[in-house]
């Protein structure tokens, strides 16, 4: 599967922001999606992601009630809803995707997954 990732931007902190990740060449329904960001001399880390059919899902505390992770199966888009974001937000954003075993796994390790998007900047100023 072939993921493209769009939407990031340049923001103020309290601004809202909705990233995109288009998936082709795979069934999408087949994949459990997530969202990872790397800021500059991070690790890359998990950020949301949802199991396969979006059943469950999963955030970092560090986003959780602010981000939210939805998919359009219609589209083979999944998205990333940020609100209320803060300078420590800023950061590449990736989407990816995995075929985990169960169907209502949610997985976060980044080194489960296998495909991966190119990334979109997101900044947010204070």
């Known amino acids: 599967v072939q993921l493209q990732a769009s939407g990031g931007g340049l923001v103020q902190a309290g601004d809202s922001l909705r990233l995109s990740c288009a998936a082709s060449?795979?069934?999408?329904?087949?994949?459990?999606m997530s969202w990872f960001r790397q800021a500059p001399g991070k690790e890359r880390e998990f950020v949301a992601g949802d199991s396969i059919g979006n059943y469950n899902t999963r955030y970092a505390d560090s986003v959780k009630g602010r981000f939210t992770i939805s998919r359009d199966s219609a589209k083979n888009t999944v998205y990333l809803q940020m609100n209320s974001l803060k300078p420590e937000d800023t950061a590449i954003y990736y989407c990816?995707?995995?075929?985990?075993?169960?169907?209502?796994?949610?997985?976060?390790?980044?080194?489960?997954?296998?495909?991966w998007g190119q990334g979109t900047q997101v900044t947010v100023s204070s």
């Open positions: 060449g795979g069934t999408f329904s087949s994949y459990a």
């Open positions: 990816a995707a995995n075929r985990p075993k169960y169907r209502t796994l949610v997985v976060t390790g980044k080194d489960d997954f296998g495909y």
